[in-house]
């Protein structure tokens, strides 16, 4: 088994599943503090921002984290529009669907918000999503706006179960436009770039380590990095059997891992 210099992991129903503990996954992050390693928690939660996903992990599950460690599709999503234009982004504006952590990374990059006619639209989770909130969206993307989706994430593993995710919203969007968003969170590579960008990142010597095949280990292997899949969350033994390219690794529990 190869060593691996940085982990790059996922949260929900890798390190939790909702507000419910996963006790190996404390066990598995003081083995990488212990062996000097570097993590970062790759999420494709959008609603919190970094310190509050930071705090959620110190606080409520008893795993080290600070703002440092984390990485959102708010922040990458935020990190493509400011390349998106030669000139200053206070030039522009968007109409972002989302809770605060997407709507404070994108307005925080100076871009000024605009209900009718943006030059971006970006949607993402939003647990108070009205059809005012679509109208706006769909009419903005008609008029041109280049629309963003944040990630594809069609359900999200809570302790109450499969519930639904961003990509529930964002198809909506899509349906109603006729238009196919430009995705940003796992498994596109957008996010991993970002990631590997800001943070440093040897790609060569990196994993990718989740419960979702089709999110976390597809953005391994959209990116050419190695993949640990926990059968702790979404994805089951049934489902990886009927994929063509396999994880790198598989555990059924991440105490099975050896840093």
Known sequence: MKKYQTYLIDLDGTMYRGKEKIPE????????????????????????TPQQVADNLTI???IPADVEHIVTPSMATAGYIENMFEDSLSNHSAYVIGE????????????????????????GLDYDVTYHKFELATLAIKRGAFFIGTNA????????????????????????????????????????????????IDPENAIMVGDNYNTDI??????GIDSLLVYSGVSTHDDIANENIKPTYEVESLDEWDV
């Open 100 to 123: 605060f952590g997407l709507k404070n990374a994108i307005y925080s990059t100076g871009i000024k918000m605009n209900e009718v006619d943006p030059d971006v639209v970006v949607v």
């Open 218 to 223: 597809k953005c391994g292997i959209n990116t």
């Open 153 to 200: 994430d069609t359900n999200l593993p809570n302790e109450r179960g499969l519930v639904p995710g961003a990509g529930s919203v964002i198809s909506l969007v899509e349906t109603s436009t006729q238009q196919k968003a430009k995705y940003i969170g796992k498994p596109e590579k957008d996010i991993i770039e970002y990631t590997v960008s800001e943070k440093g």
């Open 60 to 62: 409520n599950h008893d």
């Open 25 to 48: 996954a404390k066990i598995f992050i003081d083995k990488i503090r212990d062996a000097g390693l570097d993590y970062y928690f790759v999420t494709n939660n959008t609603t919190k």
